[in-house]
């Protein structure tokens, strides 16, 4: 059964940082397309970033966030920094047997139950 367990997130200042963890179980990440998407209240769910034959990051994390995967663990990682509320969303990871699917959210088949981020003062 391919599953998907989030962990990592929490309550964070504005300018701090959260690691963000998506454990994979009942396939092997190698072969999939995998990523991290959010959503807050009262907006639309965006493709934070992906990794599959590419890397992909949304425009507003540029530069702030870091996608890795340990093919060893089966996880992938969100090293978020410099957080702004802005990014208070719930976050999602997801994942697709399609090595090259794009980081939209309609080409994912398989989610997480999603970990709550709040960057709050």
């Known amino acids: 059964q391919v599953q998907l367990v989030e962990s990592g997130g929490g309550l964070v200042q504005p300018g701090g940082s959260l690691r963000l963890s998506c454990a994979a179980s009942?396939?092997?990440?190698?072969?999939?397309?995998i990523g991290w998407f959010r959503q807050a209240p009262g907006k639309e769910r965006e493709g934070v970033s992906c990794?599959?034959?590419?890397?992909y990051y949304a425009d507003s994390v540029k530069g702030r966030f870091t996608i890795s995967r340990d093919n060893a663990k089966n996880t992938v990682y969100l090293q978020m920094n410099s957080l702004k509320p802005e990014d208070t969303a719930v976050y999602h990871c997801?994942?697709?047997?399609?090595?090259?699917?794009?980081?939209?959210?309609?080409?994912?088949?398989?989610w997480g139950q999603g970990t709550q981020v709040t960057v709050s003062s």
């Open positions: 009942g396939f092997t990440l190698d072969y999939y397309a």
């Open positions: 997801a994942t697709v047997p399609n090595p090259w699917a794009a980081c939209r959210d309609y080409e994912y088949t398989v």
């Open positions: 990794i599959s034959s590419s890397t």
